[in-house]
């Protein structure tokens, strides 16, 4: 049995390929290539052509062949009704000639009618296949109506299909663009596909075309979609400016590491009685140097400096005249001692056990 919907397609391209065998369209002398080629895709989709239960289930009540009528008819009337939009006047359905090759009878237009109600009712019950299929059905008698169009495009949206959804509103306000319904449901589908520029403009539509402001509904699809609009604009915006992404380019801000050791480059260059000792000579200090070309190239690893608090009460100390901490029981803290080990490099490369440590790996 098809599950997917390429399974059922396959289906229906072997339904069609076989009736066009029995019913003239090809001679007799087609018959073993035509064979060859649904074996073929039934192997190629794991589905079984020969049965014609699974092949009903695909196909419902209408073949591939008139499911394509229908396409090209909607095609031909979305066309025409582009080409008319420039006039100052939107057309109508009924405005816009069919390519069909006959207008639909009354009766024809009665039937399509009473399986239009029928899918209305599959709605109710919330069984969407059955509603799609009663608006298929509806449309092949039908092509090009606006509200079968849209009724289907709501079905499809009610069974996740966002994007036959899409289509289906975009060719109903094709056909009839002052049918607001159809511009509401283009909304919502283009927002479930991430659209949300384009759903707010569909709502816009909407509104403009129901006129008087609109309608309390389309204007609240509006807003969702406007201000998912906006949300998108900031993140974007964020993603830009974010201070993250500009000490990646251009390495953390060393005034931060000055601070936190009690100064800025303009304190006492004399060292001693709490002020700050020479960067000079500090960083003429391999070991030392060493740790400022880590922590230039890991911000993640200066964040962490600047928050452990044992280093922060030292600068407090240290910057309020206690003078230089002792540094052999600071190192007794495993933390601070892994923490200089990470920015000495003392673990081996970036990626390499604990010189990738807790700096690289979070």
């Known amino acids: 049995m098809a599950t997917t919907t390429k399974q059922r397609l396959a289906l229906a391209i072997c339904d069609f390929l ?55 008819k909607l ?17 109508t359905s009924s405005d816009i000639p069919s390519a069909s090759d006959k207008v639909p009878t009354d009766a024809e237009k009665a039937q399509a009618e009473d399986l239009k109600a029928k899918g209305n009712r599959a709605m109710a019950a919330k069984d969407y296949p059955t509603a799609i299929d009663m608006y298929t059905q509806a449309l092949a008698l039908h ?19 966002h994007a036959s959804a899409r289509a289906d509103a975009e060719a109903a306000v094709g056909v009839d663009p002052s049918y607001t319904k159809a511009w509401s449901r283009l909304g919502l589908a283009r927002f479930a596909l991430g659209d949300a520029k384009g759903s ?16 309390e509904a389309m204007k609240k699809g509006f807003e969702v979609a406007k201000r998912r609009v906006e949300e998108l604009e900031a993140e974007a915006a964020d993603s830009v400016s974010s201070p993250g992404a500009g000490a990646r380019g251009a390495g953390p801000d060393l005034g931060g590491l000055a601070s936190l050791l009690g100064g800025g480059a303009g304190g006492n260059r004399e060292g001693g009685g709490g002020g700050m000792p020479d960067l000079g000579s500090i960083m003429n200090n391999p070991m030392f140097a060493s740790m400022a070309q880590n922590l ?26 206690g003078g230089m901490p002792d540094l052999g029981a600071l190192m007794n803290d495993p933390n601070i001692a892994d923490m200089a080990r990470n920015m000495m490099g003392g673990g081996g490369g970036p990626g390499n056990g ?9």
């Open 18 to 72: 076989s009736t066009s065998l029995t019913d003239g369209t090809l001679s007799a002398e087609d018959k073993d290539s035509i064979d060859v080629a649904i074996n073929c895709i039934g192997e190629s989709f794991k589905v079984d052509p020969s049965d014609p239960a699974s092949v009903k289930a695909a196909t419902g009540s209408q073949n591939l062949l008139q499911i394509y009528g229908v396409y090209e």
């Open 75 to 91: 095609k031909s009337t979305t066309t025409a009704s582009s080409a008319s939009s420039t006039t100052s006047n939107p057309p």
């Open 143 to 161: 092509p090009a109506n606006a509200i079968y169009l849209s009724n289907r495009a709501a079905a499809y949206s009610a069974a996740r299909d």
């Open 200 to 215: 707010m403009e569909a709502y816009q539509k909407g509104i403009e075309h129901e006129g008087n402001g609109g309608s």
């Open 296 to 321: 230039m190239s890991n911000p993640e690893m200066m964040q962490n400096l600047m928050s452990n608090p044992r280093l922060r009460e030292m600068a407090d100390r240290f910057s309020s005249g």
């Open 354 to 362: 604990a010189g990738a440590g807790r700096g690289a790996g979070r």
